[in-house]
């Protein structure tokens, strides 16, 4: 963990910007979205709000991909970071023994967040699983196989853990519901936490952030890290780059909806077509970004996000226990009272992004960084 005055590396400003366009949709955005719901008698409005909450179960939303996309964008800066220890010599054991530690900060970190107020008398209460957790264990093991393995191999990986994790749930019965059940109740994953993740799960009987939905969500981040090869390769020109970046996302999107078909693309589980989806997904996001951004050179539009991007688990942890949005209801309602309260949730979630966005900007303005 380090507070710098300076970021320690140099990235392309889109993975900033897509960095910074996740964490929004975080923290903040999501809440904006939701709340316009019914607020109109426009359509198209309220569909875009149901994109911003999850299904119960099966099923498919926007904000689904969130999570995914902050998955894959850890690992694009995997070959930029590690690139650089190693061309500076560094020793793997010390590369090891910083993500090690960094896992195990994120780890704690998402225990806190998930846990707050802190069962310390009650230890059976307290979640394990975490989404700051998820990202170190899939970043430690990312790091380590890109210091082990080529991007071909690491490919392969990828899809073998994909196929064995669709292979188990299809082929391990569970008792009293069989093999291949697909139901809250009767899946393989619900059921090996229930058996062996201490603690309490989110949903009493499952949790999506479990132990078995990890393996699959690993591969987000090393498909995030093949990402960062196209763009750290100096012999490719950028044309070069982008074509490589949307096909890699047209592969992914277009296998996720032929597997769809026996295995549902959906978040709950972490299905297999659901990775190959998100990933696919997240692939042609950061195209378009690199696109827009460092081919074309439309930046201006991107501080906004990169601001955002540059402190993002930040803006993360301190969401979770400061309420930007009492503090707009504070300095703010007096301004939209007269919309009534109907209008007040809407509003309330603006002012709190334009609150989240300013404390970002001072922080960004004064060259603090909080990174881990």
């Not at 196989?145 to 019965?173: E, H, M, Q, T, W």
């Not at 490589?244 to 693309?265: D, M, Q, T």
């Not at 050179?297 to 688990?313: D, E, Y």
């Not at 300095?331 to 979630?349: A, D, I, Q």
Request: glycine fraction near 8%; hydrophobic fraction near 55%.
């Amino acid at each position: 963990m380090a507070l710098s005055l300076t970021p320690k590396s140099k990235r392309l400003t889109s993975i900033d910007a897509l960095r910074g366009f996740d964490m929004l949709m975080i923290c903040g955005a999501d809440a904006f979205f939701s709340s316009l719901e019914g607020k109109t008698s426009w359509g198209w409005l309220n569909g875009l709000a149901l994109q911003f909450e999850h299904p119960e179960w099966i099923g498919f939303t926007f904000y689904d991909f969130i999570f995914p996309l902050f998955l894959f964008i850890s690992g694009v800066s995997i070959p930029f970071s590690i690139g650089k220890a190693l061309e500076t010599e560094v020793p793997r054991k010390e590369i090891y023994r910083k993500a090690f530690i960094r896992m195990l900060m994120l780890i704690g970190f998402g225990l806190l967040v998930k846990n707050a107020p802190f069962p310390f008398f009650d230890w059976e209460q307290i979640r394990l699983g975490s989404v700051l957790g998820r990202i170190g264990i899939a970043g430690f093991i990312t790091i380590f196989l890109f210091l082990n393995f080529d991007s071909k191999k690491r490919l392969l990986i990828a899809g073998a853990i994909l196929l064995v994790y669709y292979a188990a749930i299809f082929l391990i019965p569970v008792p009293g519901f069989g093999a291949g059940n697909l139901s809250f109740e009767g899946n393989l994953v619900g059921w090996f936490d229930r058996n062996f993740l201490p603690g309490r799960l989110l949903q009493g009987q499952y949790d999506e952030l479990g132990i078995l939905t990890t393996f699959p969500a690993i591969c987000l981040t090393i498909l995030g890290a093949f990402a960062g090869e196209i763009l750290k390769n100096y012999s490719l020109s950028q044309n070069q780059k982008l074509k490589r970046l949307l096909l890699s996302g047209f592969i992914c999107v277009v296998l996720a909806l032929i597997w769809n078909f026996h295995f549902p693309i959906f978040k709950r589980l972490w299905t297999s077509s659901y990775i190959l989806l998100t990933g696919g997904m997240a692939f042609l996001s950061l195209g378009l970004f690199y696109l827009v951004i460092d081919i074309l050179k439309f930046q201006k539009w991107a501080f906004f996000f990169v601001v955002i991007g540059m402190n993002s688990l930040t803006i993360y942890l301190i969401y979770r226990f400061v309420s930007f949005r009492n503090t707009s209801r504070l300095l703010f309602e007096g301004l939209y009272k007269p919309l009534g309260e109907n209008w007040f949730p809407v509003m309330e979630s603006l002012g709190a992004l334009l609150l989240v966005w300013l404390f970002l900007f001072f922080l960004y303005k004064k060259k603090i960084f909080f990174k881990v």
